[in-house]
C-alpha cells in the first residue's frame, strides 16, 4: 500500500509540473476565432494569426505557427510586447480589438475578415451555390491600427509558409515603392494561392517575411491589409476604416435576427450563436465541426483529429442551438447541401455519410504531417478524417430531427426535400438492429450501441411527423409502428438491473450520450429510467463534476491514453437535470459551465477536469450549440417556475410566451 502510495503521490507531482512546465504554445482557449463564413482564422493573444487556410478553412494552411512555431505566422503589435492589456469582440460581432500598453504609449488593434455587399454582379461566382445573400466575403484580413496615447513602436511581420509548411513562399514588390508585396509559392506559383500584402507602412522583404516597422504617435493610424483574390484592398486609412464599419454593420444585422433573453448570460448566448455562424461555409450551406485540425484532446497524445469538416450530426445539432434563439434560415442552406450531396452525378441517390468536405466531397482519406511538431508536441498531426466511411447509424435520426423542427411550424415539407427525408428513414429501418461506431466514432468494433438505436427511433419518429405534414398517413402509421418496435428493443436490451440505459446493449457502462433520451423525448422527463440514467451519468460519470463522454478503460474506442471531459456532455447534462426538476443543481453547473469559458467567451472540444485547461479542436461547434440550448433551458426553467410552465429549450424563443 505505501509503494502504491508513493507511486501515486510521484504521478501527481509530475502532473504538476507537467501542467505548470513553460510551453512556447499559447493555451488552446487563448485564441480568438474570426470569420467571414468562407475563411476562418485564429490569432493569439500577442497579435499573432497562427492558423488560417485559403481560400477554403479546409484548404492547405498558409499559417500554421499553432501546429509548428516555424510554419508561419502574420504579427502586428507593439515591438518587445507580448502580453495586451486587454482584449474583446466589439459588441454583436466578429470584430477583435486588442488593446497593448507599454511604457510610452497605448495602441488599439482591430482584426477582421471583411465582408461587403454581394459583388459578384458581372459574373457569377464559380464557388458559391446558393442563394445570394446582401453579403459577401471579400477574401481579406484587414488589420487597423490606432495609437490612442504617447507614442509606440509597432511592428509587423508576415511570414507564411504554404502547404501546411512544405513549400516555401517568395516575396516580391508589387506596388510602386514600398506600399505592397505578393508572396506565391516558391517552387511552383501557380499550386498555392497569390497573397497581396497592402498597407500605409513601408515592407521591408527579408527572405521568408514581409516586415515593417514604425513609431506611431498619439493620433496616427495605419492599416495592412491581406488578400487572396482579384477583389481589391484598401489604398487608405479612411478605406481600411469604412470596410471595417462595413464588416461590423453586417454581423450586426445578423445577430439583430435572432431573439436573446434579457439575461445576464445572454452574451454567452449572443457569441456562441456567432460562433456557429462562423463556422459555416457560405458557397455550399455546409457546417464545420471546428475550424483546427490536431488539437490534441490529451495533452502530448495521440488523440489528434481533423474537424475541419461538415458532420452530418454536429452541423444538424448547430440547427438545433440556432432555431433555439430563432436563427434558422441557415437550415435551408444545409439542407440544400445534403440533397447536392447525397445526389450522384446522374441525379441517382447516393447515401448519406457521416461527413463530407466543405463541397460536398465523399472521399477525406486521411494522412499524417509527419514534418509538423504538432501542438505542443501532440502527434500525429492530421488531414482528412478516416470516419467518412464509418457506419454510424445516429446521423439519420440528428437528420431528421432537425428538419422537423425546421419545418413543423411552416406545416408543409418542401416537396424537393421529401425523396431525400423518405430514403434517410429507410436507411434507419434497413440498418437499425445492425451495430455501428457510434456517436463518438469509436475505432474499436462496432457495437450495439444503445444511443444509436434511439437515435435510429428518432428518425422513425421524426420521419413519420413529417409524412404527416406531407400528407402520407399511411406511410407515418407503418413508420409510427416501426420507431415503436425500436423502443421496445431498446427498453429490453439497453437497460441495467437499476433502469439505467447503458453504453451497449447488455453492457453495464455509462455513456454521456444517453442523455439524449431525454432531450430528443425517446422517453418522458418523468419516466423512472431517465431519471435513473441522467442521476447515474451525474454521479458516476463524471471528474471533478464535469462529464466523460464514457471512461476509456470500459470503453474499447480503439486508442490509447485518457481524454479530458466533453463539454457538450456537460452542457447536456445541464438540460437533463432542468428536465427531470433538478433545477438548482443544473443552474450551479451551468454557472461553472460558463466560468469555464475563454476569456473571448470561446470553447474547445474538452475540459480538463482538474486545471480547467482547454483541450480539443477549437472552437467546437458542438459544444457552443450545447451551451445554447443548456442556458436556454435553465432561463426558460426559471422563468416558468412561478407560472408551473416550462417550454424546452428546442422550442423557438418566438414560441415562448
Given at each position: 500500500?505505501?509503494?502504491?502510495?508513493?507511486?501515486?503521490?510521484?504521478?501527481?507531482?509530475?502532473?504538476?509540473?507537467?501542467?505548470?512546465?513553460?510551453?512556447?504554445?499559447?493555451?488552446?482557449?487563448?485564441?480568438?476565432?474570426?470569420?467571414?463564413?468562407?475563411?476562418?482564422?485564429?490569432?493569439?493573444?500577442?497579435?499573432?494569426?497562427?492558423?488560417?487556410?485559403?481560400?477554403?478553412?479546409?484548404?492547405?494552411?498558409?499559417?500554421?505557427?499553432?501546429?509548428?512555431?516555424?510554419?508561419?505566422?502574420?504579427?502586428?503589435?507593439?515591438?518587445?510586447?507580448?502580453?495586451?492589456?486587454?482584449?474583446?469582440?466589439?459588441?454583436?460581432?466578429?470584430?477583435?480589438?486588442?488593446?497593448?500598453?507599454?511604457?510610452?504609449?497605448?495602441?488599439?488593434?482591430?482584426?477582421?475578415?471583411?465582408?461587403?455587399?454581394?459583388?459578384?454582379?458581372?459574373?457569377?461566382?464559380?464557388?458559391?451555390?446558393?442563394?445570394?445573400?446582401?453579403?459577401?466575403?471579400?477574401?481579406?484580413?484587414?488589420?487597423?491600427?490606432?495609437?490612442?496615447?504617447?507614442?509606440?513602436?509597432?511592428?509587423?511581420?508576415?511570414?507564411?509558409?504554404?502547404?501546411?509548411?512544405?513549400?516555401?513562399?517568395?516575396?516580391?514588390?508589387?506596388?510602386?515603392?514600398?506600399?505592397?508585396?505578393?508572396?506565391?509559392?516558391?517552387?511552383?506559383?501557380?499550386?498555392?494561392?497569390?497573397?497581396?500584402?497592402?498597407?500605409?507602412?513601408?515592407?521591408?522583404?527579408?527572405?521568408?517575411?514581409?516586415?515593417?516597422?514604425?513609431?506611431?504617435?498619439?493620433?496616427?493610424?495605419?492599416?495592412v491589409a491581406l488578400t487572396w483574390s482579384e477583389l481589391p484592398a484598401p489604398q487608405t486609412f479612411a478605406e481600411a476604416a469604412q470596410k471595417m464599419w462595413t464588416?461590423?454593420?453586417?454581423?450586426?444585422?445578423?445577430?439583430?435576427?435572432?431573439?436573446?433573453?434579457?439575461?445576464?448570460?445572454?452574451?454567452?448566448?449572443?457569441?456562441?450563436?456567432?460562433?456557429?455562424?462562423?463556422?459555416?461555409?457560405?458557397?455550399?450551406?455546409?457546417?464545420?465541426?471546428?475550424?483546427?485540425?490536431?488539437?490534441?484532446?490529451?495533452?502530448?497524445?495521440?488523440?489528434?483529429?481533423?474537424?475541419?469538416?461538415?458532420?452530418?450530426?454536429?452541423?444538424?445539432?448547430?440547427?438545433?442551438?440556432?432555431?433555439?434563439?430563432?436563427?434558422?434560415?441557415?437550415?435551408?442552406?444545409?439542407?440544400?447541401?445534403?440533397?447536392?450531396?447525397?445526389?450522384?452525378?446522374?441525379?441517382?441517390?447516393?447515401?448519406?455519410?457521416?461527413?463530407?468536405?466543405?463541397?460536398?466531397?465523399?472521399?477525406?482519406?486521411?494522412?499524417?504531417?509527419?514534418?509538423?511538431?504538432?501542438?505542443?508536441?501532440?502527434?500525429?498531426?492530421?488531414?482528412?478524417n478516416g470516419a467518412y466511411d464509418q457506419d454510424q447509424h445516429d446521423i439519420w435520426g440528428t437528420m431528421l430531427d432537425s428538419v422537423y423542427l425546421h419545418v413543423?411550424?411552416?406545416?408543409?415539407?418542401?416537396?424537393?426535400?421529401?425523396?431525400?427525408?423518405?430514403?434517410?428513414?429507410?436507411?434507419?429501418?434497413?440498418?437499425?438492429?445492425?451495430?455501428?461506431?457510434?456517436?463518438?466514432?469509436?475505432?474499436?468494433?462496432?457495437?450495439?450501441?444503445?444511443?444509436?438505436?434511439?437515435?435510429?427511433?428518432?428518425?422513425?419518429?421524426?420521419?413519420?411527423?413529417?409524412?404527416?405534414?406531407?400528407?402520407?398517413?399511411?406511410?407515418?402509421?407503418?413508420?409510427?409502428?416501426?420507431?415503436?418496435?425500436?423502443?421496445?428493443?431498446?427498453?429490453?436490451?439497453?437497460?441495467?438491473?437499476?433502469?439505467?440505459?447503458?453504453?451497449?446493449?447488455?453492457?453495464?457502462?455509462?455513456?454521456?450520450?444517453?442523455?439524449?433520451?431525454?432531450?430528443?423525448?425517446?422517453?418522458?422527463?418523468?419516466?423512472?429510467?431517465?431519471?435513473?440514467?441522467?442521476?447515474?451519468?451525474?454521479?458516476?460519470?463524471?471528474?471533478?463534476?464535469?462529464?466523460?463522454?464514457?471512461?476509456?478503460?470500459?470503453?474499447?474506442?480503439?486508442?490509447?491514453?485518457?481524454?479530458?471531459?466533453?463539454?457538450?456532455?456537460?452542457?447536456?447534462?445541464?438540460?437533463?437535470?432542468?428536465?427531470?426538476?433538478?433545477?438548482?443543481?443544473?443552474?450551479?453547473?451551468?454557472?461553472?459551465?460558463?466560468?469555464?469559458?475563454?476569456?473571448?467567451?470561446?470553447?474547445?472540444?474538452?475540459?480538463?477536469?482538474?486545471?480547467?485547461?482547454?483541450?480539443?479542436?477549437?472552437?467546437?461547434?458542438?459544444?457552443?450549440?450545447?451551451?445554447?440550448?443548456?442556458?436556454?433551458?435553465?432561463?426558460?426553467?426559471?422563468?416558468?417556475?412561478?407560472?408551473?410552465?416550462?417550454?424546452?429549450?428546442?422550442?423557438?424563443?418566438?414560441?415562448?410566451?
Open positions: 500500500m505505501a509503494i502504491s502510495e508513493d507511486h501515486d503521490v510521484q504521478q501527481t507531482a509530475h502532473s504538476l509540473i507537467e501542467s505548470r512546465r513553460r510551453s512556447n504554445f499559447p493555451p488552446i482557449d487563448d485564441y480568438a476565432f474570426l470569420s467571414d463564413c468562407e475563411t476562418n482564422c485564429l490569432i493569439a493573444s500577442n497579435g499573432s494569426v497562427e492558423w488560417m487556410c485559403v481560400p477554403r478553412p479546409d484548404s492547405a494552411s498558409v499559417f500554421g505557427a499553432m501546429l509548428d512555431r516555424n510554419a508561419g505566422h502574420f504579427r502586428i503589435g507593439p515591438y518587445g510586447r507580448n502580453v495586451p492589456a486587454a482584449r474583446r469582440y466589439l459588441p454583436g460581432g466578429m470584430i477583435l480589438e486588442t488593446t497593448w500598453q507599454t511604457a510610452t504609449g497605448w495602441l488599439i488593434v482591430r482584426d477582421a475578415l471583411v465582408l461587403g455587399p454581394w459583388h459578384n454582379n458581372f459574373q457569377r461566382s464559380k464557388t458559391h451555390r446558393r442563394t445570394p445573400m446582401d453579403w459577401d466575403a471579400e477574401h481579406m484580413l484587414l488589420r487597423t491600427v490606432k495609437c490612442v496615447s504617447g507614442t509606440v513602436e509597432l511592428e509587423m511581420s508576415c511570414e507564411p509558409s504554404f502547404d501546411y509548411h512544405r513549400e516555401t513562399a517568395l516575396w516580391e514588390y508589387t506596388g510602386k515603392v514600398y506600399e505592397e508585396a505578393t508572396a506565391q509559392c516558391a517552387a511552383d506559383p501557380s499550386s498555392g494561392p497569390t497573397l497581396v500584402l497592402t498597407t500605409d507602412l513601408r515592407i521591408g522583404l527579408e527572405g521568408r517575411e514581409a516586415r515593417a516597422r514604425t513609431r506611431m504617435q498619439e493620433g496616427d493610424e495605419v492599416y464588416t461590423a454593420e453586417c454581423w450586426r444585422q445578423w445577430i439583430t435576427l435572432g431573439k436573446f433573453p434579457d439575461h445576464p448570460w445572454r452574451s454567452y448566448l449572443q457569441r456562441s450563436a456567432l460562433t456557429l455562424k462562423g463556422l459555416t461555409y457560405a458557397p455550399t450551406g455546409a457546417l464545420m465541426a471546428a475550424a483546427t485540425t490536431s488539437l490534441p484532446e490529451t495533452p502530448g497524445g495521440e488523440r489528434n483529429w481533423d474537424y475541419r469538416y461538415s458532420w452530418v450530426r454536429d452541423s444538424t445539432f448547430a440547427l438545433w442551438g440556432l432555431y433555439t434563439l430563432g436563427l434558422d434560415r441557415e437550415a435551408d442552406d444545409f439542407f440544400a447541401f445534403l440533397n447536392d450531396a447525397t445526389t450522384g452525378a446522374d441525379g441517382e441517390p447516393v447515401p448519406l455519410q457521416v461527413l463530407y468536405g466543405l463541397d460536398g466531397e465523399r472521399k477525406l482519406t486521411e494522412t499524417t504531417l509527419d514534418h509538423l511538431s504538432g501542438y505542443d508536441s501532440a502527434r500525429p498531426v492530421r488531414v482528412g413543423k411550424s411552416r406545416q408543409h415539407v418542401p416537396e424537393t426535400l421529401w425523396p431525400l427525408l423518405e430514403r434517410q428513414v429507410g436507411a434507419a429501418i434497413r440498418h437499425w438492429r445492425e451495430p455501428d461506431r457510434g456517436i463518438w466514432e469509436v475505432r474499436g468494433d462496432p457495437q450495439h450501441f444503445t444511443s444509436s438505436k434511439i437515435m435510429c427511433w428518432v428518425a422513425l419518429d421524426r420521419g413519420a411527423k413529417l409524412a404527416e405534414l406531407h400528407g402520407e398517413m399511411e406511410i407515418a402509421g407503418r413508420w409510427y409502428g416501426i420507431a415503436e418496435e425500436i423502443k421496445d428493443d431498446v427498453l429490453t436490451h439497453g437497460v441495467d438491473a437499476d433502469g439505467v440505459l447503458t453504453q451497449t446493449y447488455g453492457g453495464t457502462t455509462l455513456d454521456a450520450s444517453l442523455l439524449l433520451a431525454v432531450l430528443t423525448r425517446f422517453l418522458p422527463p418523468d419516466d423512472h429510467r431517465i431519471r435513473a440514467t441522467v442521476l447515474a451519468i451525474a454521479d458516476r460519470l463524471t471528474e471533478n463534476g464535469l462529464v466523460l463522454r464514457y471512461r476509456t478503460e470500459t470503453t474499447d474506442d480503439g486508442l490509447s491514453g485518457a481524454e479530458g471531459t466533453f463539454t457538450i456532455c456537460s452542457f447536456w447534462l445541464v438540460s437533463a437535470l432542468v428536465e427531470i426538476g433538478e433545477l438548482h443543481r443544473a443552474r450551479q453547473m451551468c454557472e461553472r459551465l460558463l466560468g469555464y469559458a475563454s476569456p473571448l467567451r470561446l470553447y474547445a472540444e474538452e475540459i480538463e477536469p482538474h486545471s480547467g485547461r482547454h483541450l480539443g479542436n477549437f472552437p467546437q461547434a458542438f459544444t457552443h450549440l450545447a451551451l445554447i440550448n443548456a442556458v436556454t433551458h435553465v432561463i426558460r426553467a426559471e422563468e416558468a417556475s412561478d407560472a408551473g410552465r416550462f417550454v424546452p429549450a428546442h422550442t423557438p424563443a418566438t414560441q415562448h410566451g
